[in-house]
């Protein structure tokens, strides 16, 4: 028998957040895990078996003791805890309009608040760091070439890693002024600029691989060996690739937890090094709010120059998921990767 919640999170996932709220691809996967997370604790913590869930177990004590668990057990950062939380309150928004008998718990879940961090600690690469790390990418090869771009790319941009792999031809100018078109979170669009230190190298990428060629424009001009769009796995792959071969030479610049995310905040922080104002690099990063955008100037040591270009100076010469009753949720979630979302 499926219960109320297995039925409840069926149409919330399926209907509600991809016709209702149009939310993005990525925002859908968050909050996919944010349900694994809460399945797991259900059944490892409060005993209950995830066929067996009902919206009646889906109370604020619940939420509240599922985030403890989450950063207590699972050692999740604060910002994660919190990416958690928002995933429920928008479950609980849902909730009231479809069940209404619960809008008492729902409210109460609403009123969890977020989890301040007041002492996070950014960590990051300095534009030496990032120039060791371009070294080792042998540009003699087809793959070697890509990869310095996008490894350029990521850190003179601070590009998301979803917005990079998203990169199409049609997305490209090289005329002046040499801008790219990025699509960003939540659909919303921003332009950012192809600095004239990367450019040669960019343009032969393109013309390289006829991404510019009209029958071309639409495809992604990010590819792997395959042939097949750059997945996120792919550009992890890539980062931590080059991260160990300049770690080999030099330990002491490259951390081993060295990531895609961890290039953006060292874009941030170069920029805000040297001298660029917090609109613009909150612009530039497609940050929503300036007071993202403000954790890196509290941890900020100096500024100086300003201009975007300082920055990288140093470094360049579905099918619908079906609901079956005998699947458990946590299986149905986690199989939803799997299935295009429509």
């Known amino acids: 028998m499926v219960t109320d919640f297995a039925r409840a999170l069926n149409r919330y996932f399926n209907d509600y957040l991809i016709n209702d709220r149009s939310s993005a691809n990525k925002t859908i996967e968050t909050y996919r895990y944010s349900f694994i997370q809460l399945v797991e604790f259900m059944e490892n913590v409060k005993c209950i078996h995830p066929g067996k869930i009902q919206l009646i177990n889906i109370t604020k004590n619940t939420i509240t003791s599922m985030l403890n668990w989450l950063e207590d057990k699972k050692n999740v950062s604060i910002a994660t805890r919190n990416q958690r939380l928002a995933a429920f309150k928008s479950f609980a928004t849902f909730i009231k309009y479809e069940y209404p008998e619960f809008i008492k718990e729902m409210l109460e879940i609403q009123s969890i608040k977020l989890k301040k961090d007041n002492g996070r600690d950014i960590s990051y690469l300095k534009p030496d760091a990032i120039k060791l790390m371009l070294s080792q990418v042998n540009q003699n090869s087809l ?30 100018s090289i005329n002046a002024p040499k801008l790219l078109v990025i699509h960003g979170k939540d659909g919303k669009i921003r332009h950012i600029p192809i600095i004239k230190q990367m ?19 639409a495809d992604f001009i990010f590819k792997s060996h395959t042939g097949a769009k750059f997945t996120r796995q792919g550009i992890n792959y890539t980062v931590s690739k080059y991260a160990k071969l300049a770690r080999d030479i030099e330990p002491s610049l490259i951390p081993m937890d060295c990531s895609p995310h961890k290039i953006r905040h060292s874009t941030a922080m170069s920029l805000l090094e040297d001298g660029v104002d917090l609109i613009t690099i909150r612009d530039l990063l497609g940050h929503s709010s300036v007071q993202t955008t403000e954790i890196y100037a509290k941890i900020s040591a100096s500024k100086s120059r300003a201009a975007i270009e300082a920055a990288s100076k140093e470094i360049v010469p579905k099918e619908d998921a079906i609901w079956e009753t005998d699947f458990t949720i946590k299986e149905w979630l986690k199989d939803m990767s799997h299935n295009k979302i429509m």
């Open 199 to 217: 450019a040669p190298y960019f343009e032969k990428y393109l013309m390289e691989n006829k991404c510019l060629q009209p029958q071309n424009l």
């Open 143 to 172: 793959n070697g070439r890509r990869d310095y771009i996008i490894l350029s790319l990521m850190f003179t941009t601070g590009i998301r890693v979803s917005e990079l792999i998203g990169i199409r031809g049609c997305d490209v």
